[in-house]
């Protein structure tokens, strides 16, 4: 509908599950929707080459999970190394194993969770009585998630810090026109400033029209010129 218009259009692709997956703290679906991102930024990058004046951004609101590839798995002094291997054997994301065992409640459980969950869906020969007993309890559906997802994390040497957000800085991609003003090091906000820049957007009157249809839809009463934000330069090591 855009061919033969001269507006254009504004698209946002969002990678959503990897969210998810790294609140369950679930490795191989994480690496998963790494994998999925790419191709669909692959097909964007192509586009963008093709047609000048078009740009492409690639950016998170946040990490998940405080991931890092170390973990201390004992008492003793660390290895410095981690293992890749053990997140290819993984077929299931951890939520979907979990809703499995969670329906699951047949005579041959025990043989569900051996050969169907551990080593046929997360590639894991070695597990434990201790791993097998606990899998075949009446667990919450959340348990047997982060359970799960922690048998391969464990045994990948991959650690999390969080189930939560955390405030690890994200990387920030950009390709086409004026995108080398987004080098370095910025802001959350200068992704938006330059997006509007870039498109030539007036957000003042499109806050205002918004909160004149809507009073509660950002301020009851805007008055953007008066707004005074010098009390927070502190916050960005302002002076």
């Keep these: 509908q855009t061919a033969n ?28 929707e790494v994998l999925a991102y790419y191709e669909a ?19 998170s609101d946040h990490e998940t999970g405080g991931l890092s590839l170390a973990r201390q798995i004992n008492s003793t002094y660390p290895q410095y190394l981690w ?25 041959d459980r025990l043989n569900f969770i051996n050969e169907t969950i551990l080593r046929g869906s997360l590639g894991i020969d070695d597990f434990t009585n201790e ?6 309890e009446n667990q919450t559906l959340q ?27 994200v990387n920030l991609y950009a390709r086409g026109k004026d995108t080398e003003k987004l080098r370095g ?17 007036d957000l003042d009157s499109i806050t205002l029209k918004l909160n004149s249809d809507n009073a509660s839809f950002h301020l009851s009463s805007p008055n953007i010129t008066s707004f005074n934000a010098d009390h927070l330069a502190h916050y960005h090591h302002l002076h």
């Design 131 to 136: 791993e097998v007993t606990f899998l075949n």
């Design 5 to 32: 218009s001269d507006k254009g259009f504004f698209l946002m692709i969002e990678g959503s599950r990897i969210d998810m997956a790294a609140h369950s703290n679930d490795p191989g679906t994480h690496v998963h």
């Design 185 to 201: 090091n910025h802001e959350n906000t200068y992704i938006g400033e330059f997006i509007k820049d870039y498109l030539g957007l």
């Design 41 to 59: 930024v692959k097909v964007v990058r192509k586009y963008v080459d093709d047609h000048p004046g078009t740009v492409m951004i690639s950016v």
């Design 143 to 169: 348990s047997y998630e982060y359970y799960l997802a922690n048998l391969t994390s464990w045994r990948a040497q991959i650690g999390w810090a969080t189930h939560g957000h955390s405030a690890v800085d």
């Design 83 to 107: 293992y890749p291997d053990v997140i290819t054997r993984i077929k299931n994301s951890s939520y979907a194993l979990a809703v499995q065992l969670a329906d699951y409640w047949k005579a």
